[in-house]
């Protein structure tokens, strides 16, 4: 069982940057596949971000190309997603999640674990 507490988030403006930070309760954290997922009010969870077990490939969803950036820290068991140049449409609740697979899961489904969320909300 692998829980998963993130931080970060609030509120900020558009064009704003935002860091959010997950960490894991594992000593086996580098075996892990992790992602970054976001769910806006009345839409389906979507997945944002996702890096391999050793950080060597990652994965962006085409709406944060080149705006977000998802990293790992094994030895600290942190998974981070740093958010540059924030849009009113990035305001949803963020989660991060855990999967055991090794290919790069892109499906949310496919995650077994999952932190609590946290919410973004991008104003004008």
């Known amino acids: 069982q692998v829980q998963l507490v993130q931080s970060g988030g609030g509120l900020v403006q558009a064009g704003g940057s935002l860091r959010l930070s997950c960490v894991a309760s594992?000593?086996?954290?580098?075996?892990?596949?992790m992602g970054w997922f976001r769910q806006a009010p009345g839409k389906e969870r979507e997945t944002v971000a996702g890096?391999?077990?050793?950080?060597?490939?990652?994965y962006y969803a085409d709406s944060v190309k080149g705006r977000f950036t998802i990293s790992r820290d094994n030895p600290m068991n942190t998974v981070y997603l740093q958010m540059n140049s924030l849009k009113l449409e990035d305001t949803a609740v963020y989660y991060c999640?855990?999967?055991?697979?090794?290919?790069?899961?892109?499906?949310?489904?496919?995650?077994?674990?999952w932190g609590q969320g946290t919410q973004v909300t991008v104003s004008s």
């Open positions: 999640g855990a999967s055991r697979s090794y290919a790069l899961p892109r499906r949310p489904d496919q995650y077994a674990y």
């Open positions: 890096i391999t077990q050793n950080g060597g490939v990652t």
């Open positions: 594992t000593r086996t954290f580098s075996n892990y596949v």
